[in-house]
């Protein structure tokens, strides 16, 4: 298929996705930069922002967005850097500065939407970066197979320890349909079925963002792919109810971290979902709906 057909074939089925979990596309600008994000229209409801994970983006929650069966007012952001906001290539891409970023596209968002508080859910490194935006009212916590804990090394991690160069390992370089479907392997237990045009779109989408979106890895994470920020005091301070989940299959952040966060949070709650890996939203999407709606009621 030609590239204008694979996008066209993209965008049709991202948009069937949206319209069944019932958001729109929406922008804000904030310090000159474009933010993407997706908003549900029962702005009267209580309000749930999504956070996606390292090189990912906000399409990622829209399996579970459509379980929750219209039941709350959510936006889900593309961070700065990542899906359908701007690149910001001068910008250094640390936790603390997209923590902080964020804190201000959330807090431009209540001004203008006149939101009062709100639970925040993030997946991977953007629940490290949740767990860092802690100056904004959040009234609950959603961490999912969040980095921020480091208790033992994983498949991932030992096979990066490995070679002399990380920068040479498949997933830090997907650029054929193989190395895609390699990836969808290692992250999610029972993969999506994606058809050739998905994939060879957001592989043209992506190739040309390599180094970039490489640049980025580098500021979360060492050479042996460990987590550059330990939040185990920032986590051990945490007052508000939070729900933990995790897939104990993961194999990029062990479930030990899990327990270990589960430990340190006063008032928590642990979900560790078999047949699970790195993606609960999509590889449990039903089940994790269900224990968040009978989280935040």
């Known amino acids: ?44 409801k209580k309000t749930l922002i999504l956070i996606h994970g390292l090189n990912d983006e906000k399409e990622t929650w829209l399996m579970m967005a459509s379980a929750l069966k219209n039941r709350y007012h959510l936006i889900i952001i593309d961070l700065l850097g990542s899906g359908e906001s701007d690149i910001a290539m001068d910008f250094e891409y640390t936790m603390h500065n997209q923590a902080d970023f964020l804190e201000k596209v ?41 980095m921020g804990i480091h208790v033992k090394l994983t498949k991932m991690q030992k096979e990066a320890q490995k070679v002399d160069d990380i920068n040479q390992l498949f997933f830090l370089n997907i650029s054929t349909k193989e190395h895609f479907r390699e990836a969808m392997k290692m992250t999610m237990y029972k993969p999506l079925y994606m058809p050739n045009f998905m994939i060879e779109h957001i592989l043209a989408t992506k190739t ?8 980025k890895f580098f500021y979360v994470v060492d050479e042996n792919m460990i987590p550059r920020d330990n939040l185990e005091k920032e986590i051990s301070q945490i007052k508000q109810d939070t729900l933990i989940v995790w897939g104990k299959e993961e194999l990029g952040i062990d479930v030990a971290s899990a327990y270990k966060m589960h430990e340190l949070i006063e008032n928590s709650t642990l979900k560790v979902y ?11 999407p039903k089940k994790l709906a269900s224990d968040i709606m009978a989280f935040l009621g």
């Not at 078999?274 to 449990?284: A, F, G, N």
């Open 106 to 146: 959330i807090a431009k968002m209540m001004k203008e939407k006149g939101i009062d508080s709100f639970s925040l859910a993030g997946h991977s490194m953007g629940g490290l970066i949740v767990l860092l935006a802690d100056r904004l009212p959040i009234k609950k916590f959603i961490l999912i197979d969040t």
């Open 274 to 284: 078999e047949q699970c890996r790195h993606y609960p939203q999509i590889d449990k």
């Open 208 to 215: 040309p963002r390599l180094q970039f979106e490489r640049k």
């Open 1 to 44: 298929m030609s590239k204008a057909l694979n996008k066209w074939l993209y965008e049709k089925t991202r948009n069937l996705l949206r319209w069944n979990a019932k958001v729109v596309r929406k922008n804000i600008e904030v310090e000159g930069h474009n933010i993407a994000y997706l908003e549900s229209k029962n702005s009267s």
